[in-house]
């Protein structure tokens, strides 16, 4: 097994003025799980194919081990690749794709047999290493191509969104199962994914890129708790953050009628960046109701717009009177618990549990606070 490290590596296309990939440092350890997400067009892919071989550096180093692999061909990385597609030869076996690189790399043939019959008890696909690909759903079809990688026993899997083309269901039992193995074969695996919560359930790290830089790398719960600015606020976590722009007025943010109190030294960060606003972010479950629109409670006044009863619990999308908005634009979304939701066309007030806020410089978007 293996680390993985980038450091300042960068991608520039040619042709193109703006790095793919812009300076990206990254310290992968020993057996780790570590996921790279983010919108489509931020790097994740591509950083994931420098790795691979498959993109030239254009500047900076990527190292496996204490190797530097820059430069050398993929064959000589002693990587192994999940693609998107899976990659399967049709006209072969399923043994026969899941041993395809061993006899590549002359291995005899019974030595090639025990290999990949211990990948397939591995991965359930004992029943089916005589079958051809198109008899396989698209479930066992990722888990050939993952019976592929394993038999090779690199020092780096890579995989690049392995599970987009699988249904819903099958997506939510599959990624369980690769993060079990993973776990369980404590080989270092790059991921990527464009769903960030694929990327929350399934990594020990999350790594979270946009126009080509990373914006933070930690675990789920800090990502979640503590994001480093409201881009990663906003992209962590479903439904989303709740991230608007409200104005200072004396110590607290006036929230429609309501003000939330700040912190001394919340205040002190906002007069050093010369902001007299904050963006301010909530997620849904961090709002409580606390009464209808007639109420004299403490909280802000919201018009309900759309609710989603789910049972147990039901999401309110609303609107703060007095911002302004477009016609599909939701100001608030709030968990509600499902006996308590109210119904699109009503007036509630909704509150900021204590310690619920997060707090962003507006013009830079940066992090206030712990």
Same mark, same amino acid.
């Given at each position: 097994?293996?680390?993985?490290?980038?450091?300042? $590596?960068?991608?520039?296309?040619?042709?193109?003025e703006?790095?793919a990939v812009?300076?990206?440092?990254?310290?992968?350890?020993d057996?780790?799980?570590?996921?790279?997400?983010?919108?489509?067009? +931020?790097?994740?892919?591509?950083?994931?194919?420098?790795?691979?071989?498959?993109?030239?550096?254009?500047?900076?180093?990527?190292?496996?081990?204490?190797?530097?692999?820059?430069?050398?061909?993929?064959?000589?990385?002693?990587?192994?690749?999940?693609?998107?597609?899976?990659?399967?030869?049709?006209?072969?076996t399923?043994?026969?794709?899941?041993?395809?690189a061993?006899?590549?790399?002359?291995?005899?043939?019974?030595?090639?047999?025990?290999?990949? %019959? %211990?990948? $397939?008890?591995?991965?359930?696909?004992?029943?089916?290493?005589?079958?051809?690909?198109?008899?396989? &759903?698209?479930?066992?079809?990722?888990?050939?191509?993952?019976?592929?990688?394993?038999?090779?026993?690199?020092?780096?899997?890579?995989?690049? %969104?392995?599970?987009?083309n699988?249904?819903?269901?099958?997506?939510?039992?599959?990624? &369980?199962?690769?993060?079990?193995?993973?776990?369980?074969?404590?080989?270092?695996?790059?991921?990527?994914?464009?769903?960030?919560?694929?990327?929350?359930?399934m990594?020990?790290?999350?790594?979270?890129?946009?126009?080509?830089?990373?914006?933070? +790398?930690? #675990?789920?719960?800090?990502?979640?708790?503590?994001?480093a600015?409201?881009?990663?606020?906003?992209f962590i976590?479903?439904?989303?953050?709740?991230?608007?722009?409200?104005?200072v007025i004396?110590?607290?943010?006036?929230?429609?009628?309501?003000?939330?109190?700040?912190?001394r030294? /919340?205040?002190?960060?906002?007069?050093?960046?010369?902001?007299?606003?904050?963006?301010?972010?909530?997620?849904?479950?961090?709002? /409580?109701?606390?009464?209808?629109?007639? &109420?004299?409670? &403490?909280?802000?006044?919201?018009?309900v717009?759309?609710?989603?009863?789910?049972?147990?619990?039901?999401?309110?999308?609303?609107?703060?009177?007095?911002? /302004?908005?477009?016609?599909? /634009?939701?100001?608030?979304?709030?968990?509600?618990?499902?006996?308590?939701?109210?119904?699109?066309?009503? #007036?509630?007030?909704?509150r900021?549990?204590?310690?619920?806020?997060?707090?962003?410089?507006?013009?830079?978007?940066?992090?206030?606070?712990?």
């Amino acid at each position: 097994m293996a680390t993985v490290t980038f450091a300042h $590596a960068t991608r520039v296309y040619p042709g193109v003025e703006r790095p793919a990939v812009d300076s990206l440092d990254l310290q992968i350890a020993d057996g780790e799980f570590l996921v790279l997400v983010g919108p489509s067009g +931020c790097g994740k892919s591509t950083s994931l194919r420098m790795l691979a071989g498959l993109e030239d550096v254009t500047r900076g180093t990527v190292h496996i081990g204490d190797r530097d692999v820059s430069n050398l061909p993929p064959k000589d990385r002693d990587i192994a690749m999940v693609f998107q597609n899976y990659a399967l030869y049709p006209h072969m076996t399923v043994a026969e794709n899941m041993g395809f690189a061993l006899k590549i790399a002359k291995w005899s043939a019974p030595d090639i047999r025990q290999r990949v %019959e %211990e990948a $397939a008890q591995l991965l359930d696909l004992v029943p089916y290493l005589d079958r051809k690909p198109k008899a396989l &759903s698209g479930g066992q079809r990722q888990r050939v191509a993952m019976g592929r990688a394993i038999v090779r026993e690199p020092q780096v899997f890579l995989m690049d %969104e392995p599970l987009s083309n699988l249904d819903a269901k099958l997506r939510t039992s599959t990624r &369980s199962q690769i993060a079990a193995l993973q776990r369980r074969l404590g080989v270092t695996t790059v991921y990527v994914t464009h769903d960030q919560v694929e990327a929350m359930t399934m990594g020990d790290r999350v790594a979270v890129l946009k126009d080509g830089q990373l914006q933070q +790398c930690d #675990t789920p719960s800090v990502l979640y708790q503590r994001p480093a600015n409201a881009f990663v606020a906003g992209f962590i976590g479903s439904p989303a953050m709740n991230i608007r722009e409200f104005p200072v007025i004396d110590d607290a943010v006036a929230i429609g009628g309501y003000r939330t109190p700040l912190s001394r030294a /919340e205040l002190g960060a906002l007069r050093a960046a010369g902001a007299t606003s904050a963006l301010v972010g909530f997620r849904p479950e961090a709002l /409580e109701l606390v009464g209808d629109g007639n &109420s004299n409670g &403490s909280g802000f006044e919201v018009a309900v717009r759309l609710v989603e009863d789910l049972g147990s619990d039901a999401y309110l999308y609303g609107t703060i009177p007095g911002i /302004e908005h477009t016609d599909d /634009e939701f100001d608030v979304v709030a968990r509600i618990t499902g006996g308590q939701a109210p119904r699109a066309g009503d #007036t509630v007030r909704l509150r900021v549990k204590p310690g619920g806020h997060h707090l962003f410089v507006p013009a830079t978007g940066e992090r206030i606070g712990p």
